[in-house]
């Protein structure tokens, strides 16, 4: 899964913001990796956190690894977060209300169809790009980029 995003350009060739891809992983491994922290770790670490798979068996030694590279850099441990057992990017079945709301805010009705047809990673990306707390600068950038406006 070394796929970057079109809307992430701005950031992906430096790494100097955290891809949508290793939030993926932060979910699946239940981190919570700090901006502050990420900027500490070197461009390698940074690829490496890219590049290291984390689904099933690997999602231990992904981390593993995350929290020794944490410490490392910080002197503290990273902030842990709860696993999903069925997170909604997982399914294909039902579009999560707060990104229906969003994506009505700016004239996009999402049908179940739509919704299937996007990968595991598009659609955590609309998931968080869609949460209130987040800027959501990218939120138009990744309907356009995945062909829903």
């Given at each position: 899964m070394n796929e970057f995003f079109r809307?992430?350009?701005?950031?992906?060739?430096?790494?100097?913001?955290?891809?949508?891809?290793v939030r993926y992983k932060?979910?699946?491994?239940?981190?919570k990796?700090?901006?502050?922290?990420?900027?500490?770790f070197s461009a390698a670490e940074r690829q490496a956190l890219v590049e290291k798979p984390c689904s099933g068996e690997q999602v231990?030694?992904?981390r593993d690894f995350l929290q020794q590279l944490v410490q490392q850099h910080t002197g503290v441990a990273a902030g842990e977060l709860p696993i999903e057992s069925h997170p909604a990017w997982l399914n294909d079945t039902e579009i999560p209300?707060?990104?229906?709301?969003k994506a009505q805010e700016v004239?996009?009705?999402m049908t179940l169809q739509q919704w299937r047809s996007?990968?595991?990673?598009?659609?955590?990306a609309l998931i968080k790009l869609s949460r209130p707390s987040h800027e959501n600068k990218n939120f138009v950038p990744a309907l356009q980029e995945f062909h829903l406006l």
């Open positions: 809307f992430e350009a701005d950031f992906v060739d430096s790494l100097r913001c955290i891809p949508m891809q932060l979910d699946t491994c239940g981190i990796l700090k901006l502050s922290h990420w900027t500490q231990i030694a992904y209300s707060d990104l229906q709301l004239g996009v009705t996007l990968t595991p990673l598009q659609r955590f």
